[in-house]
Structures are given as C-alpha cells and as structure tokens.
C-alpha cells in the first residue's frame, strides 16, 4: 500500500521536531479553529487512515508542517486514490513546488537560462 502522505507528515515533523499536538496545533482551518486532534495525525503518520483527507485537512497539513499545498496534494492523491503526479520525477515536482515561492523577478530569470540551454541545445543538435 502507497504511504506518500504517511511519509511526508512523518519524516518533516522529524525534521522540525514537532510533537503530534503541535503539528495538530498548527493545522488550523478557514475559520481559524484547529481542524484535527493529535490521535488523527498519528493514524496518518501510521497509515491507517481509511477515509481520505479532505482538501481542509490537506491544506492544514502544508501549513503545519510547512510544506508546498501542491507537494502535499500530490502525497495524498497518489496514497489515498492511487493517482501518480503528472511531473516526470521527483526533482521535477520539487522544482514546481519551489516555483510558486519566487517572485516574478526570479521566474523570468530562470525562463531566460532555460531559453539559453534550449538554444543551445537546438544548435548543437543541427550540428550533428
């Protein structure tokens, strides 16, 4: 069985060395009260969650923990519906998480050497 999100909330609550209360703590909803207890993380952490989290839970676990929305998304799509990201690889989908932290500035940056590579690749391919 796929652990993903398992995973994820347990190896980056060790990171930050947060107790289940805390992460539980942090998991605050749209209305600003805590959206789960420390018993429901812990079954999480342990994978024996059987009723998928919904979107609020989801959302309250990138924020506790930290965590990229879109990162955590994927961790529990591919756990709790078997549905594998559309991203290549893993350094893709980290890249694409990081992504939506830069500002505008760093993004065009980053087209521009991509640009580059691109060129430069083109023209060495017709090289050939």
């Known amino acids: 069985m796929n652990d993903d999100l398992s995973?994820?909330?347990r190896e980056r609550r060790a990171e930050l060395r947060y107790s289940l209360r805390a992460v539980s703590d942090r998991m605050i909803g749209p209305d600003g009260a805590p959206v789960r207890k420390h018993s429901w993380v812990e079954s999480l952490e342990k994978n024996k969650l059987v009723i998928p989290p919904a979107y609020d839970d989801v959302a309250a676990i990138a924020q506790a923990?930290?965590?990229?929305?879109?990162?955590?998304?994927?961790?529990?799509?591919?756990?709790?519906?078997r549905i594998k990201p559309s991203a290549p690889c893993p350094e893709f989908?980290?890249?694409?998480?990081?992504?939506?932290?830069?500002?505008?500035?760093?993004?065009?940056?980053?087209?521009?050497?991509?640009?580059?590579f691109s060129a430069r690749r083109a023209a060495t391919s017709a090289g050939e």
């Open 65 to 81: 923990l930290d965590l990229p929305l879109r990162q955590v998304q994927d961790a529990a799509a591919a756990q709790f519906l």
């Open 7 to 9: 995973r994820l909330v």
């Open 93 to 116: 989908r980290r890249f694409m998480a990081a992504w939506e932290h830069l500002t505008d500035d760093d993004k065009q940056r980053i087209q521009d050497i991509i640009k580059v």
